[in-house]
């Protein structure tokens, strides 16, 4: 007699049983609902502006939970994490899904129809694809204990985190043994599909079980099994699980903007129209947070890839990424005022705004924004040092933040055409390439290499003025607007179409920011204007052995995404060996968000710690792309034993002393 391929049902376990399993089924997913929907209704989001929401939004929200959320599109740069947790995650969905599925087949379609759907091959793939669920989940939870035993990685691991761990391998195994056990009492000649249950169903056959025995002892462990996962339902609103549910929701609601644009609380040019003043700049208490950073702050999962990965953290300072959030976060729902409670103010200036942090966070939380609105409540209240009062005078005075006249910057004109309107190119000099010797040193010789490339090009000289961008990132909105408006009636004035500038921070802003304030011209680094000089022939280098490693600055690479040209040019003249932080990793320089113009508290410098990286590749030459770096980077391996070991040289220096003329 041929034994039809079919699901067995749960006949050891009877009816009353398993009428109490679903009712407490439906009520702790009852309570996981309400507790969802009281999260985000206590910020004001009610089920009306959820449904509004969704429907304007849907394709949006399905294509970033898909790939952020089930396809952890930011932990799987981490291979280890990434594997680690796609395979619990993927492990726990399979067996979600296996088990709804048997919820359906057995006790909705069979009590209906008298037929399931858990029958013949598609029965038999089910059963191999739930073990298979089960597999990859126990082999997960195995490399996070792992990966936290270990401590390779510097992780904040709390007891908390076992337990969670402990206790899906915990339900994973129960359900492993539990279908064992059912497979020994009840063979059929399909039982193979079952592979690891099969196994172990021979785990039993030691013990010699009488039926009557097996019997009692199923009903024992799917009643221990049941209570297992309504514990860690319980137990998800309170633990780190509740991010599977906290952190989906927020990367479907996440508008995703350009990582070098920072929000514009008011429009000057209006306000001086109108006559109208009275708006809000910062954000003072956790009341005062906006909506969607709110949203932000409740998915954190605590795991500590900002707090790894940031330069103010990692050289001592009090400021940690993740501490912050989490203070947020566990202070969502009051008014408390965030600085000194959830942030000191030192920890506030730490922050170099290169926003390692958001390239690290998996549910793409952005950390260092909490600590750009902290600031601007620091500025408006004037609680900021010397060093940061005479920067912002001098910008007020002079226009730049050294203080220098501006007709300093007429000297360039000695090698450089004055830009007009019959101009290709308006190459924006930056403060540092005018008035710090070093950086000057690198704008002179990037203007003798378009001299000779032939390019129609032309500067402001005198007519230059800071940008503003690192104003704008110490809190000064108004005073950032105020040079928006004067560099913008010049570009205006002069019908400037096409922006090269060495400064990653300038080309940020020009490209990101001034936009939004009227600018249209194409703006361009000037790696990429050089290396296409280079590629066209235009300048002609020759290649030499010399090793040379590359630091990436934050504002090009990992801000605003350009990593090629830099390396297409230490290739072209040299022998690039790369930093084991590089690319979207690289480690900040320690000067941007302003701290090139004033000191925070700390244990060491992070250029000594950046040198410290470059040193360790053993390359002769570090190249560099940013007039912040040059000089930060100078100073950090000034202070060394190993200071003649390694030159510190421009991309565009590379060019030149490799040039054939």
Request: proline share 3%.
């Amino acid at each position: 007699m041929t034994v039809p391929i079919a699901s067995q049902t749960l006949f050891f376990i009877n009816t009353q049983e398993l009428i109490a399993d679903y009712v407490i089924s439906f009520a702790a997913l009852a309570f996981i609902i309400i507790w969802w929907y009281r999260t985000y209704a206590k910020l004001g989001v009610n089920a009306g502006v959820m449904w509004r929401y969704f429907t304007s939004n849907w394709r949006n929200i399905i294509s970033q939970v898909f790939r952020y959320g089930f396809f952890h599109g930011k932990t799987v740069k981490n291979r280890y994490a990434g594997i680690m947790h796609l395979m619990i995650s993927f492990g726990i969905l399979i067996l979600f899904i296996a088990t709804s599925l048997i919820f359906l087949s057995h006790d909705i379609l069979k009590t209906v129809t008298g037929h399931g759907i858990l029958v013949g091959d598609f029965y038999l793939n089910f059963e191999v694809w739930a073990n298979i669920g089960g597999v990859i989940l126990i082999a997960g939870i195995g490399m996070g204990i792992y990966r936290r035993l270990r401590k390779k990685t510097r992780l904040d691991t709390k007891n908390e985190d076992y337990v969670i761990l402990l206790s899906l391998l915990l339900l994973a195994m129960e359900g492993f043994f539990l279908g064992a056990l059912k497979v020994y009492l009840a063979r059929v000649p399909y039982d193979e599909y079952r592979f690891v249950e099969w196994g172990l169903s021979y785990f039993y056959g030691l013990f010699s079980l009488k039926l009557s025995t097996g019997i009692a002892l199923y009903r024992w462990m799917w009643i221990i099994h049941v209570l297992t996962a309504f514990a860690i339902v319980v137990y998800l609103p309170f633990s780190k699980l509740s991010h599977m549910i906290l952190s989906l929701t927020m990367i479907g609601s996440k508008r995703i903007k350009k990582r070098g644009e920072m929000p514009t609380p008011f429009v000057l040019s209006e306000a001086l129209e109108s006559g109208n003043f009275d708006f809000k700049v910062g954000t003072k208490n956790v009341g005062e947070i906006a909506l969607p950073s709110k949203i932000d702050a409740l998915a954190c999962t605590d795991c500590g890839r900002c707090e790894r990965a940031c330069p103010a953290f990692l050289s001592g300072t009090d400021l940690s990424p993740r501490a912050l959030v989490q203070n947020i976060k566990k202070s969502i729902y009051t008014d408390v005022e965030i600085v000194p409670n959830l942030l000191t103010e030192n920890a506030a200036w730490s922050c170099t705004t290169c926003q390692a942090c958001v390239e690290e966070c998996p549910v793409l939380i952005d950390p260092h924004s909490f600590v750009m609105e902290t600031r601007k409540t620091l500025v408006m209240e004037n609680r900021f040092d010397k060093l940061t009062a005479q920067y912002f005078n001098n910008l007020t005075n002079t226009q730049n933040p050294l203080g220098n006249s501006p007709s300093d910057r007429d000297s360039l004109l000695e090698i450089a055409p004055k830009f007009d309107d019959s101009k290709d190119v308006l190459y924006w000099v930056g403060c540092m390439g005018a008035f710090d010797p070093r950086d000057n040193r690198t704008a002179r010789t990037i203007l003798n290499l378009l001299n000779k490339a032939g390019v129609n090009y032309g500067i402001l000289g005198s007519q230059e003025k800071c940008n503003g961008e690192t104003a704008r990132r110490m809190g000064e909105e108004g005073r950032y607007q105020e040079l928006v408006l004067q560099n913008m009636e010049t570009f205006t004035g002069n019908n400037v179409k096409k922006i090269v500038t060495a400064c990653p921070h300038c080309l940020n802003t020009f490209r990101n920011e001034y936009p939004k304030f009227g600018l249209k011209a194409e703006v361009v680094h000037h790696s990429q204007f050089l290396a296409q000089l280079v590629q066209e022939g235009k300048l002609k280098v020759k290649q030499n052995q010399e090793t040379v490693t590359l630091h990436d600055p934050c504002y090009l690479g990992r801000i605003n995404g350009e990593f090629d040209n830099t390396r297409s040019i230490v290739s072209s003249t040299g022998k690039l060996v790369e930093m084991e932080r590089s690319r979207e990793k690289s480690m900040c320089c320690g000067a941007g968000g302003g701290n090139y113009w004033y000191k925070v508290q700390g244990q060491k410098k992070v250029s000594s710690l950046r040198i410290e990286q470059a040193l360790e590749t053993g390359a002769k030459k570090l190249a560099v792309a940013c007039p912040f770096c040059m000089p930060m980077l100078q100073d950090a391996l000034s202070g060394t034993e190993k200071s003649g070991q390694m030159e510190i040289k421009d991309v565009a220096e590379l060019i030149s002393e490799n040039l054939i003329e």
